[in-house]
Nanobody
C-alpha cells in the first residue's frame, strides 16, 4: 500500500511564497507520476501540476502562469510544489497524488493514491 503525506500549507499574505512537500511511503516514488491538485470550498478538485517519474517532464495548469514549480527528489521519496506570487484565489486544500500511468495525466480519475491534503490560505 502506498501512502502519501503532504505538508507545508499555512496562512500567507498575497504575494508571498510557500513550498509544499509530499512524502511517499510503501513503494519508491520513482515508480509514479506525481501531481498536485487543489480544491477550494464549493468547487471541484482541479489539476495544478504534474511531473514524470524521473522529473524530466512537467505540466502545469494555465492558471499557474509561471508562478508555481513542481519538482521531486526520488532519493528522498518526496515531491514538492513551490508556489510564488500567491493570490487569494489560490486558497484551497492542496492534494498530492500519484499514478502508475506511463505518461503525465491531468485528470484526477487517473490517479490512484492520494494524500490527505494540506490547507493553503492566502490573505489579501
Amino acid at each position: 500500500q502506498v501512502h502519501l503525506v503532504e505538508s507545508g500549507g499555512e496562512l500567507v499574505q498575497a504575494g508571498g511564497s510557500l513550498r509544499l512537500s509530499c512524502v511517499v511511503s510503501g513503494r519508491s516514488s520513482a515508480n509514479y507520476v506525481m501531481a498536485w491538485f487543489r480544491q477550494a470550498p464549493g468547487k471541484e478538485r482541479e489539476f495544478v501540476a504534474a511531473i514524470s517519474q524521473a522529473g524530466g517532464s512537467k505540466t502545469y495548469a494555465d492558471f499557474v502562469k509561471g508562478r508555481f514549480i513542481i519538482s521531486r527528489d526520488n532519493s528522498q521519496n518526496t515531491g514538492y510544489l513551490q508556489m510564488n506570487s500567491l493570490e487569494p484565489e489560490d486558497t484551497a486544500v492542496y492534494y498530492c497524488a500519484v499514478t502508475n500511468q506511463k505518461s503525465i495525466a491531468t485528470v484526477r480519475e487517473e490517479y490512484i493514491y492520494w494524500g490527505q491534503g494540506t490547507q493553503v490560505t492566502v490573505s489579501s
